[in-house]
C-alpha cells in the first residue's frame, strides 16, 4: 500500500510518501520513500513563537512545491483528461473542489488550481493528514489540502491524531536510507508513551486493542506549559532564538564541558505530588526572576547564561525522569506493569533526556524506543505510518480506526 501522510499542524510543513506490506499483527514493513519537512521556525522567531496567520500563509505556500518535488519521478495510475469521455473532467474537478473550498482558503486553492501536475493520478492507495492537536488555522490549511488531492484523485483519506504520530513513528526500529524495507520495534504490552513536545507533556499508557492497533489512555499531563513550551520560554529570557530548546541544550553542554555550575538552584515542579501532573510555568517564572536578579547586580554574562541553561535543562530531566519512574509502577487493569516505554514529541531529541530515560528503563529492565534523529520534530512520516497500522489493523474502516481514541488532546499551547 502506498500511502501519502500531510502534517500542518504547527510550524512545519510535511509531507511523505511511503510503501507498507504485511499487517500491523503480522509481518508489518515499511520504506520511506520520501519525507519532506519545509520548517517555518526561522520566520517566526521574529515573533518569538509560531505565529498562527503566518504559519497558514506559509504552509499554503509550501505544499504544492513540496507535493511536486515529492512526486516527481513517482508513477502515476492515470491522467485526468482535459478532454476526456466524460467532458472536461480536471477542470470540472477542480471547479467542483473550487466551489466547495474556495472559501476555506483562497490562496491554498488558487495554487492548486494553478498545479498542472496535479492531472496526474499518482499510485498512492491512501492519503492521511494530521487532523489535530495543533494550531487550528495551520491544521485547517493541510485538511482542505488532502480533501482536495482526495476528490481530485479519488483517494481515500484518513484523518490521524498528531500524537498518535508521534507514538508510532518511535517504533521505526532504525535509521535505514530511503527506499529500504524496515520493521517496526517489537512493542512488548503494556507500555507508557512520554510525549513530550512543544505542546504536549503526557504520559499515555499503552494496550492492545480489539478494534485498531493500539489503545492509548491518557495517565498523566501538564497543568500549564509544556515542556517545549517551558524550553522555549526560558530560552527566550537568556536572549536565545526560537525554538529556543536546541540552543539552550547546547548551551548547557557547554557549561557541562566547562565545568561551569549552577548559579542558583532552580525547582524540580511537582516531583513530590504524588501524582502523574506536570507543571513547568514556576519554573519558567523562576529562570525569569534568576534573570532579572542577575541582570540588576551586572552578572548577567556569558558564563551565568550557561550555567542558569544547565541548572534548567538538569531540572527538566529530573522533573521528567521522576514522573517517568512513578508511570512505570503503575499497572494497567489488567494487573501487568509497563513492558517497555515509547517517547515522542521534539523534546525526545535532547540529549540529557534522552541518555536519562534510557539509564531509567535500564534499571527497569524494559526496552525504551527513542524516535531517530529525523523523526523527533513534526514530519509526515509518522503521520503516514500512524494511517498504515489503522489501515492494515484489525479494524479496516480507516475512518473509524482513525479517530484519536483517548489521546485526544486540548489545542497546541504556545507562546504568549
Ligand atoms: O514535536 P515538535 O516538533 O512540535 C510540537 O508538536 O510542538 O516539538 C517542538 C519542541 C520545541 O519546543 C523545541 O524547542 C523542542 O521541541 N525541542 C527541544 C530540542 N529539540 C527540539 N527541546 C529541548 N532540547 C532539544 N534538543
Ligand atoms: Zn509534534
Excluded at 35 to 42: I, Y
Excluded at 359 to 374: A, C, D, M, N, Q
Aim: hydrophobic fraction near 40%; aromatic fraction near 6%.
Amino acid at each position: 500500500m502506498i500511502i501519502l501522510g500531510i502534517e500542518t499542524s504547527c510550524d512545519e510543513t510535511a509531507l511523505a510518501l511511503i510503501e507498507t506490506r504485511g499487517d500491523f499483527n503480522d509481518s508489518f514493513e515499511c520504506r520511506v520513500i520520501q519525507s519532506l519537512v519545509h520548517s517555518q521556525a526561522e520566520l517566526h522567531s521574529a515573533y518569538g513563537g509560531v505565529y498562527p496567520a503566518l504559519a497558514k500563509r506559509e504552509h499554503s505556500k509550501n505544499l504544492i512545491p513540496l507535493l511536486e518535488k515529492i512526486l516527481k519521478d513517482f508513477p502515476h495510475k492515470r491522467q485526468l483528461t482535459p478532454n476526456s469521455d466524460n467532458g472536461e473532467e480536471f477542470n470540472t474537478k477542480l471547479r467542483e473542489v473550487q466551489k466547495k473550498y474556495t472559501e476555506a482558503n483562497p490562496d491554498l486553492l488558487q495554487s492548486v488550481l494553478n498545479a498542472k501536475f496535479l492531472n496526474d493520478i499518482p499510485a498512492i492507495d491512501l492519503i492521511a493528514v494530521t487532523e489535530g492537536p495543533g494550531l487550528e488555522p495551520a491544521l485547517w490549511v493541510g485538511i482542505v489540502f488532502a480533501k482536495t488531492l482526495a476528490e481530485l484523485w479519488n483517494t481515500p483519506l484518513v484523518p490521524i491524531n498528531h500524537m498518535e504520530g508521534h507514538v508510532i513513528g518511535s517504533l521505526l526500529a532504525d535509521d535505514r536510507p530511503l527506499g529500504a524495507w524496515q520493521k517496526l520495534h517489537d512493542l512488548s504490552l503494556p507500555s507508557i508513551a512520554f510525549l513530550i513536545s512543544g505542546g504536549h507533556t503526557e504520559l499515555v499508557g499503552v494496550t492492545k486493542s480489539d478494534t485498531a492497533p493500539l489503545a492509548y489512555k491518557i495517565i498523566g499531563e501538564t497543568k500549564d506549559d509544556a515542556v517545549g513550551e517551558a524550553f522555549d520560554k526560558a530560552a527566550r529570557l537568556l536572549g536565545l532564538p526560537y525554538p529556543g530548546g536546541p540552543h539552550l541544550s547546547k548551551l548547557a553542554h557547554e557549561a557541562r564541558e566547562k565545568n561551569i555550575s549552577a548559579p542558583v538552584k532552580l525547582p524540580r515542579p511537582m516531583i513530590h505530588s504524588g501524582d502523574l501532573l506536570f507543571s513547568f510555568s514556576g519554573l519558567k517564572t523562576a529562570v525569569l526572576y534568576a534573570v532579572k536578579k542577575a541582570e540588576e547586580s551586572g552578572n548577567l554574562n556569558d558564563t551565568f547564561k550557561a550555567g542558569l541553561a544547565r541548572e534548567f535543562e538538569d531540572a527538566v530531566t529530573e522533573t521528567l525522569d521522576s514522573k517517568l519512574r512513578q508511570a512505570l509502577e503503575i499497572k494497567d487493569e489488567a494487573g501487568s506493569i509497563p513492558q517497555s516505554l515509547i517517547v515522542g514529541g521534539g523534546v525526545s531529541a535532547n540529549h540529557m533526556i534522552r541518555a536519562q530515560f534510557e539509564k531509567t528503563t535500564k534499571e527497569y529492565g524494559i526496552p525504551v524506543f527513542l524516535p531517530s534523529r529525523h523523526i523527533s520534530g513534526d514530519n509526515a512520516l509518522m503521520i503516514a505510518l500512524a494511517a498504515a497500522l489503522n489501515h492494515t489493523s484489525n479494524n479496516k474502516t480507516p475512518h473509524a480506526s482513525a479517530k484519536p481514541r483517548e489521546l485526544k488532546a486540548h489545542g497546541t499551547k504556545r507562546l504568549e
